[in-house]
């Protein structure tokens, strides 16, 4: 069975910065495209970012572009979120998510999912 352990979430103020990490025991998963979705309260899960199993392309959701930065290390099965310049409406429970379709932002896509990590911005 995969699991995706995910850790890093906290409580922050506006303009902090946070790094999230993502981590399996399953070195398969780490071929598979990553990603990072998130669900604030009486929202839907909403796509965040994602990163090939390679590393070498990503792609952004417009509402996080230029502040969140996804990178993973397979060798130590891991893919991480470095969020900067946070905002309140960046609050949400963060999730990890693994999947065939690289680039893709829909979450019908991933088959993976973490537990999920709470990620609080105070104004």
């Known amino acids: 069975q995969v699991q995706l352990v995910e850790s890093g979430g906290g409580l922050v103020q506006a303009e902090d910065s946070l790094r999230l990490s993502c981590t399996t025991s399953?070195?398969?998963?780490?071929?598979?495209?990553m990603a990072w979705f998130r669900q604030a309260p009486g929202k839907e899960r909403e796509f965040v970012a994602t990163i090939t199993w390679s590393g070498g392309s990503t792609r952004y959701a417009d509402s996080v572009k230029g502040r969140f930065t996804i990178s993973r290390d397979n060798a130590k099965n891991t893919v991480y979120l470095h969020m900067n310049s946070l905002k309140p409406e960046d609050t949400a429970v963060y999730y990890c998510?693994?999947?065939?379709?690289?680039?893709?932002?829909?979450?019908?896509?991933?088959?993976?999912w973490g537990q999920g990590t709470q990620v609080t911005v105070s104004s």
């Open positions: 998510a693994a999947g065939l379709v690289p680039g893709t932002i829909a979450r019908a896509q991933y088959a993976y």
């Open positions: 399953r070195r398969t998963v780490m071929t598979l495209a």
